[in-house]
């Protein structure tokens, strides 16, 4: 099991990625798409069990490090890697 | 005056901004992330570059590198702080000044001689300015645009915290056309345009920028 931490700009913040990337999509004909927003996503391994006191500790490291609240918001929750969905689907 | 100059990893424009306050008269001490301690210096430049590889966020890391927990406390005491660049990325990460640099608003990295209007010519570092001045310095970043809440741009602007405005076209979305801010006592400065590379005719636009530099020597024999 792991800790996912996900980091998206805040709504009210211009983002130009996002914007560059809703773009390229159009010129590649997926005109359905009407927005993208551009994040990141941090997947934990962690020692403990993920009880609810790991979940405060990563939240902590989150908004420390892993997120600038000036610009962004992040959500903390628990699940597994892409890598081991991937597998699973295998 | 002793101005210590920090070198992170993936700083790019230490040497320069060691050769503008020697230009301005000054002692230039090189710094290491890693150290510790100050080595006794008057003030501190946080140079240009893309520390840590502008991994995360540009400045996350560097923020918490050695040296920032003895820049941040001398900072707290009045020392005087200059983050050019990267270094003002630092500082906005280090809370030392409000704000962030989000990425240009046109997505292209920019390079030119910016045009800049000098709003506060009181602080450590523009004190050999006057208010309204014009000057050229190269800017040269890929994430320079200046955002804040709305509530911290209006208290920026009426305490008088805007240092430096973009004149002319705003190269890259910054708010209210901010190049650069102070912190409340008018010590620590964070601005994104070069003021280092802008101090002999031979090597920049002009000598615009070495101002930044004497003025805080200055600062210091009126201290």
């Given at each position: 099991?792991?800790?996912?931490?996900?980091v998206?700009?805040?709504?009210?913040i211009l983002?130009?990625?996002?914007?560059a990337?809703?773009?390229?999509l159009h010129r590649?004909?997926?005109?359905e798409v009407?927005g993208?927003?551009?994040g990141?996503?941090f997947?934990?391994?962690?020692?403990?069990?993920?009880d609810?006191?790991?979940?405060r500790r990563?939240?902590?490291?989150?908004?420390?490090l892993?997120?600038?609240?000036v610009?962004e918001e992040h959500v903390?929750h628990?699940?597994?890697?892409v890598?081991?969905?991937?597998?699973?689907?295998? | 005056?002793?101005?210590?100059?920090v070198?992170?990893?993936?700083?790019?424009?230490?040497?320069?901004a060691a050769r503008?306050?020697?230009?301005?008269g000054?002692?230039?001490?090189?710094?290491?992330h890693?150290d510790?301690?100050?080595?006794g210096?008057?003030?501190v430049v946080?140079p240009g570059?893309?520390?840590?590889g502008?991994?995360l966020?540009?400045?996350?890391?560097a923020?918490?590198?050695?040296v920032?927990?003895?820049?941040?406390?001398?900072?707290?005491?009045?020392m005087?702080v200059?983050g050019?660049?990267?270094?003002?990325q630092?500082?906005?990460?280090a809370?030392l000044?409000?704000?962030?640099?989000?990425?240009?608003?046109r997505?292209?990295?920019?390079?030119r001689d910016q045009?800049?209007?000098?709003?506060?010519?009181?602080?450590?570092w523009t004190?050999?300015?006057?208010e309204g001045?014009?000057i050229?310095?190269?800017?040269k970043s890929?994430?320079?645009?200046?955002?804040a809440p709305?509530?911290t741009?209006?208290?920026?602007e009426?305490?008088g915290?805007?240092v430096?405005r973009?004149?002319?076209?705003?190269?890259?979305?910054?708010l209210?056309?901010?190049?650069g801010?102070?912190?409340?006592?008018?010590?620590?400065?964070g601005?994104?345009?070069?003021?280092?590379?802008?101090?002999?005719?031979?090597?920049?636009?002009?000598?615009?920028?070495?101002?930044?530099?004497?003025s805080?020597?200055a600062?210091?024999?009126?201290?």
């Open positions: 099991m792991s800790v996912i931490v996900e998206m700009p805040k709504p009210e983002d130009p990625q996002g914007q990337v809703l773009n390229a590649l004909g997926f005109t009407r993208v927003r551009q990141k996503r997947e934990l391994d962690v020692d403990a069990d993920v609810p006191e790991v979940l990563v939240s902590d490291a989150a908004a420390t892993l997120a600038n609240p610009i903390v628990t699940g597994e890697s890598h081991a969905k991937e597998t699973d689907r295998a | 005056m002793r101005v210590g100059i070198t992170f990893p993936g700083s790019l424009d230490d040497r320069d503008a306050v020697r230009y301005a000054g002692q230039a001490v090189p710094l290491w890693g510790e301690d100050l080595s210096v008057d003030a946080l570059g893309f520390s840590y502008d991994y966020r540009c400045g996350a890391i923020r918490f590198a050695p920032m927990a003895a820049v941040v406390d001398r900072a707290r005491a009045g005087p200059l050019i660049c990267n270094g003002f630092i500082l906005c990460e809370h000044l409000p704000g962030a640099l989000m990425r240009n608003d997505q292209t990295f920019v390079c045009a800049l209007t000098v709003a506060n010519a009181t602080t450590a004190s050999g300015y006057q001045q014009r050229v310095v190269p800017l890929g994430e320079g645009g200046y955002v709305e509530a741009l209006d208290a920026l009426g305490e915290r805007v430096v973009y004149a002319g076209s705003n190269p890259n979305g910054s209210r056309d901010i190049a801010i102070t912190s409340e006592n008018g010590r620590v400065v601005l994104m345009p070069h003021p280092e590379h802008a101090i002999d005719a031979l090597t920049g636009p002009g000598t615009d920028g070495l101002g930044f530099f004497s805080v020597l600062s210091a024999v009126s201290a």
